[in-house]
């Protein structure tokens, strides 16, 4: 497990037992460290400490490539009930907020890494988000070793984040419990139109695709409107369900 430290303007992520070494000192965080406390480095600096929550997992997670916004995380929470207790196959893990977040929500994760570094380093994110033992971080392609899941199907929810996301939505009657969701994050238009397509095929219901747009709003002595700085666009989720 980690805490968040956060002073002079910055925040770092650190492990319990672990040694933070920056300009401002050298700090050793307690195992026992807790929030709420205060700690200081060797040449004085304070820092509070404070406890990790989501979106920490995306500001301070090492990426191996890149992650879920909390956007669209919320918008698959949203769409598919995921609750504590459910089981949730996720696929691909990447960097491993989706999987954290998940984890954080009591879900209980088997998520697939087709490449052996990203794994590892997930495995060392799923430590620090203190969600080890709820996320079970694989390595392999997840099509190859679709035969290994029958042992740990039915799923409540299958989340899928990868290029290949359309074959496996084609498993997906045979992974999935009575009821369940598959939620399918696309950065391309293309992608999801694929995924509908297999979706219908394999005779799942309730199908949808969303564009994900966040419009931020800015405030200011002149007046209020939505930020000029982009879009917000980030891609779009499909959901399907097996009913
Ligand atoms: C966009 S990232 C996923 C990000 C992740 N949802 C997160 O929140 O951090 C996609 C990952 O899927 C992995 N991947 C792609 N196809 C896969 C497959 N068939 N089986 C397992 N992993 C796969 C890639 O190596 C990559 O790391």
């Not at 087709?114 to 997840?142: H, I, K, S, Y």
């Not at 007046?223 to 499909?238: F, Q």
């Amino acid at each position: 497990m980690s805490v968040l430290l956060v002073g002079e303007g910055r925040e770092y992520l650190v492990a319990h037992g672990e040694t933070l070494e920056t300009d401002l000192g050298v700090l050793e965080v307690p195992e026992d460290a807790a929030p709420g406390e205060t700690l200081e480095t060797h040449l004085g600096t304070e820092f509070d400490v404070r406890a990790l929550r989501g979106p920490d997992l995306f500001e301070h997670f090492e990426r191996t490539g890149a992650p879920m916004m909390p956007r669209d995380i919320g918008l698959i929470v949203g769409h598919t009930g995921i609750a504590a207790g459910d089981r949730v196959l996720d696929v691909g893990t990447g960097t491993g907020v989706l999987a954290g977040y998940l984890g954080r929500v009591g879900a209980s994760v088997v998520t697939y890494e087709q490449r052996e570094d990203f794994a590892d380093v997930a495995r060392e994110n799923m430590a620090l988000a203190g969600v080890e033992d709820a996320v079970d971080v694989r390595t392999g392609d997840a099509t190859e070793t679709l035969g290994e899941l029958d042992d740990d199907a039915p799923f409540d929810v299958l989340t899928l984040d990868t290029a290949d996301a359309s074959e496996l939505v084609g498993h997906a009657p045979d992974l999935l419990a009575d009821g369940g969701f598959v939620a399918v994050y696309s950065p391309f238009v293309e992608s999801s139109k694929e995924v509908v397509k297999t979706a219908r095929d394999v005779g799942l219901s309730e199908i949808e695709t969303l564009e994900t747009i966040q419009r931020e709003m800015d405030f200011d002595d002149r007046g209020s409107r939505p930020s000029t700085a982009g879009v917000g666009h980030t891609g779009y989720l499909t959901f399907a369900r097996l009913v």
